[in-house]
């Protein structure tokens, strides 16, 4: 993806969008190469590359220090930013400049907010000042402490009602593409028929108009991942094995050989 508007253009054509949740140049370098359609630099990052309990932590400076070396490993790939947790919110001033920071600073494309009604002024001020956003519905991890855990939601009438009245309060506000997280697949369907910006579903169902999973989940890095989450790979073990080898290779002075050795 170019832009915004390839976006629209496969949603119109029918065409799945890739999306990649990941945070270095490395793994980015891979997306792209790969031909991922658009990466996201998520606060998901406070969690899988800091250790912590919630993204709720995440900082400003953290995701710029982040999607700095995303834009290096994929130079030509769309790049979305979260805006982290009260990073937009406390004023309209705040979040603009925050927003700004992240565009100009690191040369990413949009940004992703969390939430719905709440955050329909800012989504409005933020694209008519010539920054994209992305909305994020159903489970928003910033909303931990309200939800009080990582549950799926829109699964009682009343709240599948309020997720599809916010999305079409986000499409309405001047959102490209939003991201339904953890939702029933009838309503990810619902809300992808009645929209006419793409969905982009994570455990939402396979009706999306396109998919996103964490770079770490999809290669199995960790032990355990969410039900939603398929493991392309089992890329912890085999790393867990290359260093048990070396370490035993070490240890038994196999290595280094001549073959990795200056003479
Ligand atoms: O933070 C993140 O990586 C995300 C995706 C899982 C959608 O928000």
């Known amino acids: 993806m170019k832009s915004i508007l390839e976006f629209y253009k496969a949603k119109k054509e029918n065409r799945k969008i890739s999306v990649i949740s990941t945070y270095d140049y490395w793994s980015a370098k891979l997306c792209e190469e790969a031909g991922i359609d658009a990466i996201l630099v998520g606060d998901s990052l406070g969690m899988v590359i800091q250790g912590k309990d919630t993204t709720i932590p995440v900082t400003l400076d953290e995701m710029i220090y982040h999607t700095k070396a995303v834009r290096r490993g994929a130079p030509n790939t769309f790049i979305i930013v979260d805006m982290p947790f009260l990073s937009y919110h406390i004023s309209v001033e705040d979040t603009i400049k925050n927003a700004g920071k992240i565009i100009k600073e690191t040369g990413a494309n949009a940004v992703k907010l969390e939430g719905g009604e709440a955050i329909a002024d800012i989504v409005y001020k933020l694209t008519s000042l010539g920054i994209p956003v992305m909305g994020h519905l159903g489970l928003t991890p910033q909303f931990i402490n309200i939800l009080g855990g990582y ?66 989940d999809l290669i199995g890095i960790f032990e355990k991942t969410p039900k939603f989450v398929k493991r392309y790979l089992e890329a912890g073990n085999l790393i867990k094995n290359a260093l048990k080898q070396f370490d035993k290779e070490v240890k038994e002075k196999h290595f280094p050989s001549g073959e990795h050795s200056y003479l």
């Open 151 to 216: 549950k799926v939601q829109g699964k009682t009438e009343e709240s599948a009602e309020k997720i599809k009245k916010e999305a079409k309060i986000l499409e309405e506000a001047g959102v490209f593409s939003i991201v339904l997280e953890a939702v029933p697949s009838k309503l990810a369907k619902e809300i992808t028929d009645m929209l006419s910006i793409p969905t982009i579903g994570i455990g939402a169902g396979k009706d999306t108009d396109g998919q996103v999973l964490v770079f770490h």
